[in-house]
């Protein structure tokens, strides 16, 4: 069992840049692929960007590719998003999720987050 907390959210004016992590707990992290989604009021859940367990391969939307990187330090068991010129329609509550599948094979992820609201203002 994975247990996700996600912490950075907030308020930022578009622009502006924003980090988010997820912490994961238990032994498994560092063999995992981890992704980070987002959902907007009255929108369905979305893919951010996916990165695979060693680090070396990433995958994005395209609506975020350039702006956002995503990263992870399996040594502290945690994946991180940059948000760097954020956009109004960039505000959404973020979740990570983890898969112990390949990045190439994730399907759907095991493990959510509770989420973290980010808002961007114009």
């Known amino acids: 069992q994975v247990q996700l907390v996600e912490s950075g959210g907030g308020l930022v004016q578009a622009g502006g840049s924003l980090r988010v992590s997820c912490a994961a707990s238990g032994r498994t992290f560092s063999l995992s692929t981890a992704g980070w989604f987002r959902q907007a009021p009255g929108k369905e859940r979305e893919f951010v960007a996916a990165?695979?367990?060693?680090?070396?391969?990433?995958y994005y939307a395209d609506s975020v590719k350039g702006r956002f990187t995503i990263s992870r330090d399996n040594a502290k068991n945690t994946a991180y998003l940059q948000m760097n010129s954020l956009k109004p329609e960039d505000t959404a509550v973020y979740y990570c999720?983890?898969?112990?599948?390949?990045?190439?094979?994730?399907?759907?992820?095991?493990?959510w987050g509770q989420g973290t609201q980010v808002t961007v203002s114009s």
């Open positions: 999720a983890v898969s112990p599948r390949d990045i190439d094979y994730v399907g759907e992820y095991d493990y």
């Open positions: 990165i695979s367990s060693a680090g070396r391969r990433t």
